[in-house]
């Protein structure tokens, strides 16, 4: 059975760093995208960025980037998320997803994933 398990969420200062962990089992990791995503109440899911787990390949959303920065593990079948310089508007849920495809800008949409963890709060106070 394929399973992602999000960690690391948690409660945080404005301008603070969290680290966020997806692990995976139940696949062959290295032929997968990890993707992570966020959702705030009364917003949609966005996406945040993705890793390509065979070659490395990263994809951020505009606004994330420079800030979140997306890193993996294969030895532990884990992606890990850097969030430095958090601000109160990245309170969300956090949501790991894989799908079974090579690494793609598409791997920030919602429909192009096949699995889905059951996600991590993390919380932005100012």
């Known amino acids: 059975e394929v399973q992602l398990v999000e960690s690391g969420g948690g409660l945080v200062q404005a301008g603070g760093s969290l680290r966020l962990s997806c692990t995976a089992s139940?696949?062959?990791?290295?032929?997968?995208?990890i993707g992570w995503f966020r959702q705030a109440p009364g917003k949609e899911r966005e996406g945040v960025s993705c890793i390509s787990s065979s070659d490395g390949s990263t994809y951020y959303a505009d606004s994330m980037k420079g800030r979140f920065s997306i890193s993996s593990d294969n030895a532990k079948n884990t992606v890990y998320l850097q969030m430095n310089s958090l601000k109160p508007e990245d309170t969300a849920v956090y949501y790991c997803a894989a799908s079974y495809a090579d690494g793609s800008s598409w791997c920030l949409m919602e429909s192009w994933h096949n699995y889905w963890g059951q996600g991590t709060q993390v919380t932005v106070s100012s």
């Open positions: 139940g696949f062959t990791f290295d032929d997968y995208t």
